[in-house]
C-alpha cells in the first residue's frame, strides 16, 4: 500500500508550501545518504521523503494524490519504487560516492553516541551498605568551538562548491528533475572549508572526566551498573557508561548471596565445656553462645547480620561456623598426652574400686552400666 505523502513529512493535510519544503528538507538531511552511509533503513526512508514532497510540491499531482482513495493514492510503497524513481535514485547515491573522492569538508557523519566500558572496585562493608565512588574515564564529547560541526566558526563562509550556492542538488532525467538539499552545506548555500582547529574537522573530541558512580547496598560481582548518557556525545543523545563492579576479598569474611560467612576457632575446652564468646559482624562484635558438647565444624546463624538489598528485601544472615584446632604444636600436644595419662589412671582405680562391690547384686547392675561409658 502506498503512504500517505503527509504521513511521510510528517505534515498535517492542507499544510502551506513553505511548511511542506521545510518539513522536506529537515527530513532528507537528516537521512541523506552522505550521512547515513550503508544504512538500508535510511536509504529506504530519504526515497520516500523525496517521493513524497515530489508530490506535494506539485500543484497537479497534490491535487491527484489528494483526491484518490486512500490505498489508492499515488507514491511509493513502503519498499517497492517505479523503475523510473530507481533510476533517479541510481544517480542520486552514484553522485554522492563520487563526491566523497572530491575537495572540500562535507558535514560530519550522524553518529550516534557510544557506550563506555569502567571498572569500580570496592569492599565488602561498601557492598553491604552501598557507596559512591568517583572514577575517571575517556570520552568523545561535541566540541564547543565549532559545536561539532568540524568547522572553523571564524572562518569566512564561500560559496557551495556542490550546489553552486543554490543549497540544492538537481537531477535530471528526460523533462523531469528532483531537486534534494545539499548535505555538504546543510541546504544553506554556503559552506566553510576551513576545518576547526580544536577537534582537526572531526566535531568531536576526547577528554577525561570524573564521574560519580553511586553503587547500591548488596551489589554482587560482575553487577553492570548504568550511567546514563556519560558515555561517547553523538548527534542526539550521549551513549551510556557501564560500570562492572568489583567486590575486593575480605581478609576473615566470605559471602554467599547475601549471607556472610565467617570461621570462628574455639579451644578443645570451650567445645566440650560451652562458653560465650564474641564474634565479629560487618557492624561490630556481637556474644554467640557456644553449647556444652559442641562439635567442630558446628554452624550458628546470626539472624539479620548480613547484606541487606536496597527496596526492603530480607537482609541476610552471617553463619558462624566453629573450627577445634587440627594441628597442634608441641607443647599442647604435651599438655594434651598427660590429660589423658590422667584420665586414664583416674578410670582404672575406679574400675578397682567398684570390683570391691562385685559381690552385691545392685551394685553389679551399676557397675555394668560404669564399664559401658567408661569403655
Given at each position: 500500500?502506498?503512504?500517505?505523502?503527509?504521513?511521510?513529512?510528517?505534515?498535517?493535510?492542507?499544510?502551506?508550501?513553505?511548511?511542506?519544503?521545510?518539513?522536506?528538507?529537515?527530513?532528507?538531511?537528516?537521512?541523506?545518504?552522505?550521512?547515513?552511509?550503508?544504512?538500508?533503513?535510511?536509504?529506504?526512508?530519504?526515497?520516500?521523503?523525496?517521493?513524497?514532497?515530489?508530490?506535494?510540491?506539485?500543484?497537479?499531482?497534490?491535487?491527484?494524490?489528494?483526491?484518490?482513495?486512500?490505498?489508492?493514492?499515488?507514491?511509493?510503497?513502503?519498499?517497492?519504487?517505479?523503475?523510473?524513481?530507481?533510476?533517479?535514485?541510481?544517480?542520486?547515491?552514484?553522485?554522492?560516492?563520487?563526491?566523497?573522492?572530491?575537495?572540500?569538508?562535507?558535514?560530519?557523519?550522524?553518529?550516534?553516541?557510544?557506550?563506555?566500558?569502567?571498572?569500580?572496585?570496592?569492599?565488602?562493608?561498601?557492598a553491604a551498605t552501598g557507596a559512591e565512588r568517583e572514577i575517571e574515564v575517556n570520552r568523545r564529547v561535541v566540541c564547543e568551538i565549532c559545536e561539532g560541526k568540524g568547522v572553523d566558526p571564524g572562518a569566512q563562509p564561500s560559496e557551495c562548491i556542490h550546489c553552486r550556492g543554490s543549497g540544492e542538488v538537481r537531477f535530471k532525467q528526460g523533462l523531469a528533475e528532483v531537486s534534494i538539499p545539499c548535505s555538504t552545506c546543510m541546504g544553506e548555500g554556503v559552506h566553510i572549508r576551513e576545518k576547526c582547529a580544536a577537534c582537526k574537522g572531526a566535531g568531536r573530541y576526547q577528554t577525561?572526566?570524573?564521574?560519580?558512580?553511586?553503587?547500591?547496598?548488596?551489589?554482587?560481582?560482575?553487577?553492570?551498573?548504568?550511567?546514563?548518557?556519560?558515555?561517547?556525545?553523538?548527534?542526539?543523545?550521549?551513549?551510556?557508561?557501564?560500570?562492572?563492579?568489583?567486590?575486593?576479598?575480605?581478609?576473615?569474611?566470605?559471602?554467599?548471596?547475601?549471607?556472610?560467612?565467617?570461621?570462628?576457632?574455639?579451644?578443645?575446652?570451650?567445645?566440650?565445656?560451652?562458653?560465650?564468646?564474641?564474634?565479629?559482624?560487618?557492624?561490630?562484635?556481637?556474644?554467640?553462645?557456644?553449647?556444652?558438647?559442641?562439635?567442630?565444624?558446628?554452624?550458628?546463624?546470626?539472624?539479620?547480620?548480613?547484606?541487606?538489598?536496597?527496596?526492603?528485601?530480607?537482609?541476610?544472615?552471617?553463619?558462624?561456623?566453629?573450627?577445634?584446632?587440627?594441628?597442634?604444636?608441641?607443647?599442647?600436644?604435651?599438655?594434651?598426652?598427660?590429660?589423658?595419662?590422667?584420665?586414664?589412671?583416674?578410670?582404672?582405680?575406679?574400675?578397682?574400686?567398684?570390683?570391691?562391690?562385685?559381690?552385691?547384686?545392685?551394685?553389679?547392675?551399676?557397675?555394668?552400666?560404669?564399664?559401658?561409658?567408661?569403655?
Amino acid at each position: 500500500m502506498a503512504r500517505d505523502a503527509y504521513e511521510v513529512l510528517g505534515v498535517l493535510r492542507g499544510a502551506g508550501v513553505t511548511e511542506i519544503k521545510k518539513a522536506y528538507r529537515k527530513l532528507a538531511l537528516d537521512y541523506h545518504p552522505d550521512r547515513n552511509p550503508s544504512d538500508k533503513i535510511a536509504e529506504t526512508r530519504f526515497k520516500e521523503i523525496v517521493i513524497a514532497y515530489e508530490t506535494l510540491k506539485n500543484p497537479k499531482k497534490k491535487a491527484t494524490h489528494d483526491s484518490a482513495p486512500k490505498d489508492a493514492r499515488p507514491g511509493a510503497g513502503p519498499t517497492d519504487f517505479s523503475p523510473e524513481w530507481e533510476e533517479f535514485f541510481s544517480r542520486i547515491f552514484k553522485s554522492q560516492r563520487d563526491k566523497k573522492g572530491r575537495s572540500g569538508a562535507a558535514a560530519p557523519a550522524r553518529t550516534p553516541g557510544g557506550d563506555l566500558q569502567a571498572r569500580v572496585e570496592i569492599s565488602l562493608e561498601d557492598a553491604a551498605t552501598g557507596a559512591e565512588r568517583e572514577i575517571e574515564v575517556n570520552r568523545r564529547v561535541v566540541c564547543e568551538i565549532c559545536e561539532g560541526k568540524g568547522v572553523d566558526p571564524g572562518a569566512q563562509p564561500s560559496e557551495c562548491i556542490h550546489c553552486r550556492g543554490s543549497g540544492e542538488v538537481r537531477f535530471k532525467q528526460g523533462l523531469a528533475e528532483v531537486s534534494i538539499p545539499c548535505s555538504t552545506c546543510m541546504g544553506e548555500g554556503v559552506h566553510i572549508r576551513e576545518k576547526c582547529a580544536a577537534c582537526k574537522g572531526a566535531g568531536r573530541y576526547q577528554t577525561r572526566e570524573r564521574i560519580r558512580v553511586k553503587v547500591p547496598a548488596a551489589v554482587v560481582e560482575g553487577t553492570q551498573l548504568r550511567v546514563r548518557s556519560r558515555g561517547d556525545e553523538g548527534e542526539g543523545e550521549a551513549g551510556d557508561l557501564l560500570v562492572a563492579v568489583r567486590i575486593k576479598p575480605h581478609k576473615i569474611f566470605g559471602r554467599s548471596g547475601n549471607d556472610i560467612l565467617f570461621n570462628q576457632p574455639i579451644t578443645f575446652t570451650q567445645a566440650a565445656l560451652g562458653d560465650e564468646i564474641l564474634v565479629p559482624t560487618l557492624e561490630g562484635q556481637v556474644k554467640v553462645r557456644i553449647p556444652v558438647g559442641t562439635q567442630s565444624g558446628q554452624t550458628f546463624r546470626l539472624k539479620g547480620k548480613g547484606l541487606s538489598p536496597a527496596g526492603g528485601h530480607e537482609a541476610g544472615d552471617q553463619l558462624v561456623t566453629v573450627e577445634t584446632p587440627i594441628r597442634l604444636n608441641k607443647k599442647l600436644h604435651q599438655l594434651l598426652e598427660q590429660f589423658q595419662r590422667f584420665v586414664n589412671k583416674k578410670i582404672q582405680c575406679l574400675r578397682k574400686e567398684l570390683q570391691r562391690y562385685s559381690t552385691n547384686p545392685l551394685i553389679n547392675r551399676l557397675l555394668d552400666k560404669v564399664k559401658f561409658f567408661l569403655n
